[in-house]
Protein backbone atom coordinates (compact mmCIF):
# COMPACT_ATOMS: atom_id res chain seq x y z
CA UNK A 1 0.00 0.00 0.00
CA UNK A 2 1.88 3.34 -0.62
CA UNK A 3 0.81 6.71 0.63
CA UNK A 4 -1.35 8.95 -0.76
CA UNK A 5 -1.19 11.92 -2.79
CA UNK A 6 -1.93 15.41 -1.24
CA UNK A 7 -5.20 16.73 -1.07
CA UNK A 8 -5.74 18.77 -4.17
CA UNK A 9 -8.35 21.70 -4.66
CA UNK A 10 -8.60 23.24 -8.02
CA UNK A 11 -9.44 26.62 -8.40
CA UNK A 12 -10.49 27.78 -11.57
CA UNK A 13 -12.12 30.44 -13.65
CA UNK A 14 -15.47 30.95 -15.68
CA UNK A 15 -13.62 33.65 -17.21
CA UNK A 16 -10.89 35.86 -17.43
CA UNK A 17 -10.49 38.45 -14.20
CA UNK A 18 -12.73 36.48 -12.20
CA UNK A 19 -10.50 36.45 -9.27
CA UNK A 20 -9.57 32.71 -8.91
CA UNK A 21 -5.97 34.08 -7.63
CA UNK A 22 -7.78 35.97 -5.01
CA UNK A 23 -9.87 32.95 -3.50
CA UNK A 24 -6.78 30.95 -4.09
CA UNK A 25 -4.65 33.12 -1.56
CA UNK A 26 -7.79 33.12 0.47
CA UNK A 27 -7.98 29.70 1.27
CA UNK A 28 -4.19 29.33 1.65
CA UNK A 29 -4.16 32.01 4.62
CA UNK A 30 -6.50 29.29 6.51
CA UNK A 31 -4.85 25.82 5.25
CA UNK A 32 -1.31 26.22 6.68
CA UNK A 33 1.41 23.60 5.63
CA UNK A 34 -0.26 23.71 1.67
CA UNK A 35 1.68 24.94 -1.32
CA UNK A 36 0.28 25.90 -4.51
CA UNK A 37 0.58 25.37 -8.20
CA UNK A 38 -0.19 28.13 -10.57
CA UNK A 39 -0.52 27.33 -14.19
CA UNK A 40 0.15 29.59 -17.28
CA UNK A 41 -0.55 28.41 -20.97
CA UNK A 42 2.01 29.21 -23.57
CA UNK A 43 2.17 28.09 -27.13
CA UNK A 44 5.42 26.57 -27.34
CA UNK A 45 7.84 26.32 -24.43
CA UNK A 46 7.79 24.25 -21.14
CA UNK A 47 9.15 25.54 -17.84
CA UNK A 48 8.68 24.51 -14.07
CA UNK A 49 9.71 27.35 -12.12
CA UNK A 50 10.66 26.84 -8.04
CA UNK A 51 13.12 29.80 -8.14
CA UNK A 52 12.30 32.19 -4.86
CA UNK A 53 12.98 35.61 -6.48
CA UNK A 54 11.35 34.72 -9.52
CA UNK A 55 7.85 33.57 -7.54
CA UNK A 56 8.15 36.30 -5.35
CA UNK A 57 8.13 39.50 -8.53
CA UNK A 58 6.08 42.19 -7.22
CA UNK A 59 3.32 41.28 -10.50
CA UNK A 60 3.18 37.79 -9.93
CA UNK A 61 0.22 35.30 -8.50
CA UNK A 62 2.78 33.30 -6.97
CA UNK A 63 4.00 36.14 -4.79
CA UNK A 64 0.32 36.68 -3.48
CA UNK A 65 0.42 33.20 -3.02
CA UNK A 66 3.14 32.83 -0.91
CA UNK A 67 2.58 36.47 0.84
CA UNK A 68 -0.51 33.98 2.08
CA UNK A 69 0.90 31.69 3.88
CA UNK A 70 1.75 28.97 0.66
CA UNK A 71 4.57 26.62 2.00
CA UNK A 72 5.96 26.64 -1.30
CA UNK A 73 5.12 27.46 -4.70
CA UNK A 74 5.76 26.11 -8.29
CA UNK A 75 5.11 27.69 -11.58
CA UNK A 76 4.03 25.83 -14.68
CA UNK A 77 4.31 27.28 -17.60
CA UNK A 78 3.62 24.69 -20.88
CA UNK A 79 1.16 23.81 -23.47
CA UNK A 80 -1.92 21.88 -22.70
CA UNK A 81 -0.44 18.85 -25.02
CA UNK A 82 2.56 18.82 -22.44
CA UNK A 83 0.44 19.05 -18.91
CA UNK A 84 0.89 15.07 -18.59
CA UNK A 85 4.72 15.08 -18.36
CA UNK A 86 4.80 18.26 -16.51
CA UNK A 87 2.37 18.82 -13.79
CA UNK A 88 3.02 15.50 -12.03
CA UNK A 89 6.55 16.19 -11.87
CA UNK A 90 4.87 19.16 -9.85
CA UNK A 91 2.63 17.43 -7.84
CA UNK A 92 5.81 15.38 -6.69
CA UNK A 93 7.76 17.97 -5.65
CA UNK A 94 5.12 19.18 -3.49
CA UNK A 95 4.06 15.40 -2.29
CA UNK A 96 5.21 16.09 0.99
CA UNK A 97 2.91 18.76 2.22
CA UNK A 98 -0.64 18.18 3.49
CA UNK A 99 -2.37 19.38 0.21
CA UNK A 100 -2.20 21.72 -2.63
CA UNK A 101 -3.71 23.94 -4.34
CA UNK A 102 -3.77 24.28 -8.31
CA UNK A 103 -4.56 27.70 -9.87
CA UNK A 104 -5.80 26.97 -14.23
CA UNK A 105 -8.32 25.57 -15.93
CA UNK A 106 -6.66 22.93 -18.11
CA UNK A 107 -4.10 21.92 -15.15
CA UNK A 108 -7.70 21.35 -12.85
CA UNK A 109 -8.67 18.95 -15.75
CA UNK A 110 -6.05 17.22 -15.85
CA UNK A 111 -4.90 16.50 -12.40
CA UNK A 112 -8.97 16.07 -11.33
CA UNK A 113 -8.41 17.58 -8.07
CA UNK A 114 -10.46 16.13 -4.83
CA UNK A 115 -12.30 19.63 -5.14
CA UNK A 116 -13.33 21.72 -8.16
CA UNK A 117 -14.34 25.02 -7.25
CA UNK A 118 -15.53 27.85 -10.36
CA UNK A 119 -15.06 31.53 -9.73
CA UNK A 120 -17.35 33.15 -11.41
CA UNK A 121 -16.76 37.31 -11.99
CA UNK A 122 -19.75 39.83 -11.78
CA UNK A 123 -21.02 38.30 -14.48
CA UNK A 124 -22.38 34.85 -13.87
CA UNK A 125 -23.56 34.30 -17.27
CA UNK A 126 -20.31 34.76 -18.89
CA UNK A 127 -18.12 31.44 -19.29
CA UNK A 128 -15.63 30.80 -21.56
CA UNK A 129 -14.96 27.64 -23.17
CA UNK A 130 -12.34 25.80 -21.32
CA UNK A 131 -14.47 26.43 -18.03
CA UNK A 132 -17.78 24.87 -19.88
CA UNK A 133 -16.24 21.39 -19.23
CA UNK A 134 -14.80 22.61 -15.52
CA UNK A 135 -18.93 23.55 -14.95
CA UNK A 136 -20.19 20.16 -15.30
CA UNK A 137 -17.10 19.07 -13.10
CA UNK A 138 -17.52 21.19 -10.28
CA UNK A 139 -18.31 20.44 -6.86
CA UNK A 140 -18.81 24.06 -5.48
CA UNK A 141 -19.10 27.68 -7.30
CA UNK A 142 -18.71 31.33 -6.69
CA UNK A 143 -20.78 33.73 -7.72
CA UNK A 144 -23.34 36.92 -7.33
CA UNK A 145 -26.09 35.47 -4.93
CA UNK A 146 -24.25 32.14 -5.28
CA UNK A 147 -26.41 32.19 -8.66
CA UNK A 148 -25.07 30.28 -11.85
CA UNK A 149 -26.56 30.01 -15.44
CA UNK A 150 -25.86 25.78 -16.48
CA UNK A 151 -24.84 24.46 -12.66
CA UNK A 152 -26.30 21.15 -11.60
CA UNK A 153 -28.72 20.87 -8.61
CA UNK A 154 -25.47 19.25 -6.61
CA UNK A 155 -23.48 21.48 -6.72
CA UNK A 156 -22.68 23.71 -3.86
CA UNK A 157 -22.99 27.60 -4.19
CA UNK A 158 -21.48 30.68 -2.82
CA UNK A 159 -21.73 34.52 -2.99
CA UNK A 160 -18.93 36.27 -4.21
CA UNK A 161 -17.93 37.79 -1.31
CA UNK A 162 -14.36 37.41 -0.24
CA UNK A 163 -15.44 39.20 3.04
CA UNK A 164 -18.25 36.56 3.93
CA UNK A 165 -16.25 34.07 2.98
CA UNK A 166 -16.83 31.48 6.21
CA UNK A 167 -19.32 29.02 4.91
CA UNK A 168 -16.84 28.66 1.59
CA UNK A 169 -14.34 27.87 4.12
CA UNK A 170 -16.37 25.34 6.10
CA UNK A 171 -17.06 23.22 2.98
CA UNK A 172 -13.46 23.00 2.23
CA UNK A 173 -12.12 22.38 5.58
CA UNK A 174 -15.16 20.02 6.25
CA UNK A 175 -14.40 17.74 2.75
CA UNK A 176 -10.88 17.48 3.68
CA UNK A 177 -11.76 15.73 7.15
CA UNK A 178 -13.93 13.51 5.05
CA UNK A 179 -11.20 12.24 2.99
CA UNK A 180 -9.21 12.19 5.99
CA UNK A 181 -12.05 10.06 8.08
CA UNK A 182 -12.34 7.19 5.46
CA UNK A 183 -8.74 6.95 4.68
CA UNK A 184 -8.06 6.61 8.01
CA UNK A 185 -10.92 3.48 7.89
CA UNK A 186 -9.56 2.15 4.89
CA UNK A 187 -6.10 1.89 6.28
CA UNK A 188 -7.31 0.24 9.89
CA UNK A 189 -9.58 -2.47 7.81
CA UNK A 190 -7.86 -3.29 4.76
CA UNK A 191 -5.74 -6.26 5.03
CA UNK A 192 -2.68 -6.70 2.66
CA UNK A 193 -4.07 -4.22 0.48
CA UNK A 194 -7.33 -5.44 0.14
CA UNK A 195 -10.38 -5.41 1.54
CA UNK A 196 -13.72 -7.00 0.98
CA UNK A 197 -17.03 -4.92 -1.07
CA UNK A 198 -19.60 -5.48 2.14
CA UNK A 199 -16.44 -3.79 4.48
CA UNK A 200 -16.48 -1.15 1.75
CA UNK A 201 -20.11 -0.64 1.46
CA UNK A 202 -20.04 -0.73 5.32
CA UNK A 203 -17.49 1.81 5.75
CA UNK A 204 -18.89 4.34 3.36
CA UNK A 205 -22.67 4.03 5.09
CA UNK A 206 -21.08 4.53 8.32
CA UNK A 207 -19.37 7.37 7.52
CA UNK A 208 -22.72 9.03 5.53
CA UNK A 209 -20.51 9.21 1.76
CA UNK A 210 -21.42 7.50 -1.32
CA UNK A 211 -19.04 4.36 -2.44
CA UNK A 212 -17.70 6.25 -5.19
CA UNK A 213 -15.98 8.39 -2.64
CA UNK A 214 -14.72 5.71 -0.92
CA UNK A 215 -14.18 3.43 -4.05
CA UNK A 216 -11.41 6.62 -4.90
CA UNK A 217 -9.48 7.02 -1.95
CA UNK A 218 -9.38 3.29 -1.63
CA UNK A 219 -7.75 3.62 -5.35
CA UNK A 220 -5.12 6.33 -3.92
CA UNK A 221 -4.35 3.82 -1.53
CA UNK A 222 -3.94 1.28 -4.01
CA UNK A 223 -6.27 -1.07 -1.90
CA UNK A 224 -8.14 -3.37 -3.84
CA UNK A 225 -11.78 -3.60 -3.06
CA UNK A 226 -12.36 -7.79 -3.30
CA UNK A 227 -15.65 -9.85 -4.48
CA UNK A 228 -17.90 -6.64 -6.22
CA UNK A 229 -20.76 -8.14 -7.32
CA UNK A 230 -23.33 -5.56 -6.82
CA UNK A 231 -21.36 -2.93 -8.86
CA UNK A 232 -20.70 -0.48 -6.25
CA UNK A 233 -17.52 0.10 -6.78
Not at 60 to 71: I, N, P, Q
Not at 183 to 193: M, P
Request: charged share 30%; with cysteine.
Amino acid sequence: MRGMRPFIIGIGGAHGGAGKTAYASLLLQHLRGWGAIKYTRTALYVSLIDDHETLSGNDKDTRRFLDSGAERVLWVQSPPSELGEVLPMAVERLSDLKGIIVEGNSAIEFLRPDIIILIFGSDSAEIKESARELLCRADAIVAENGACIGAGEKVKRFPRSLAECDDLLRYVTGMIEKKERITAVLRERSVDGRIPCPAAREIAEELSVPYSEVGKVADELTIRITGCELGCF
